[in-house]
């Protein structure tokens, strides 16, 4: 079946600390890749999104991702992260047109100030 | 620009009654698609529609339908039920359905069928 893998389901980490958030997909072919955050009683906005080019994607709030296509992978990361940061951040996957898209489980993350 | 809307926000429901959901997208907006969003399954993809015809449907039974108007607004039915189909359910629309844009989610209807 077709999946979308989030390694971490909650990670607590300190200001400042690097983030790295694994995500893994089981499609073979060509994928649009995004990953979304929510923050606490806010909607689901995206972060970032690869289409096609170059496979390190920069989002907004200084995060990136690195698609990876050998590994099936598309791991977000931000080199310091902010107590602003503290949300629920999810991968997704889309193939071909439209938008029937899967999400990972996501991955609450918590910053401590 | 106003962002998707989607109404009622709140709803209370008993088993074996019928709910719909309506979902305003952003003006402009032709493609429409609604998730359904709970703890123990995550997101999960219900359908989209662009042009008021479906172009994907999730694995939800049939009690799950939907629509689409000319002006892109967007109904969602649930027909018959279930105490697990109390959910988060989102609305989301884009532009449209091939180039590389982004979906906007909407604030979603929180359904709880007691």
């Known amino acids: 079946a077709q999946s979308v893998s989030q390694h971490n389901h909650h990670v607590i980490l300190s200001e400042a600390a690097s983030l790295e958030l694994g995500c893994n997909y089981s499609?073979?072919?060509?994928?649009?890749l995004f990953w979304y955050v929510q923050y606490p009683g806010q909607h689901l906005q995206l972060l970032l999104k690869?289409?096609?080019?170059?496979?390190l994607v920069k989002g907004i709030k200084g995060f990136e991702a690195e698609f990876i296509k050998s590994k099936f992978s598309f791991n977000l990361r931000k080199p310091s992260v902010q107590w602003s940061d503290t949300a629920e951040y999810f991968c997704?996957?889309?193939?071909?047109?439209?938008?029937?898209?899967?999400f990972g489980a996501g991955t609450r993350l918590f910053v401590k100030a | 620009k106003a962002g998707v809307t989607q109404t009622p926000r709140y709803l209370i429901k008993t088993r074996g009654q019928q709910v719909t959901l309506s979902c305003s997208p952003i003006?402009?907006?032709?493609?429409v698609s609604w998730y359904q969003q709970t703890p123990g399954q995550g997101l999960q993809f219900l359908f989209e529609?662009?042009?008021?015809?479906?172009?994907n449907k999730g694995n939800f039974p049939g009690r799950f339908s939907g629509r689409q108007f000319s002006n892109s607004r967007s109904e969602m039915n649930v027909s018959t039920l279930e105490l697990g189909d109390s959910a988060l359910y989102l609305c989301?629309?884009?532009?449209?359905?091939?180039?590389?844009?982004?979906?906007?989610f909407g604030p979603g209807t929180r359904l709880t069928v007691l």
């Open positions: 989301a629309s884009s532009l449209d359905r091939w180039t590389s844009v982004e979906q906007f």
């Open positions: 499609y073979g072919g060509t994928v649009n």
């Open positions: 690869y289409f096609s080019g170059d496979p």
């Open positions: 997704a996957v889309t193939r071909g047109g439209g938008f029937k898209t899967i």
């Open positions: 003006s402009g907006h032709r493609s």
């Open positions: 529609y662009f042009s008021e015809t479906q172009r």
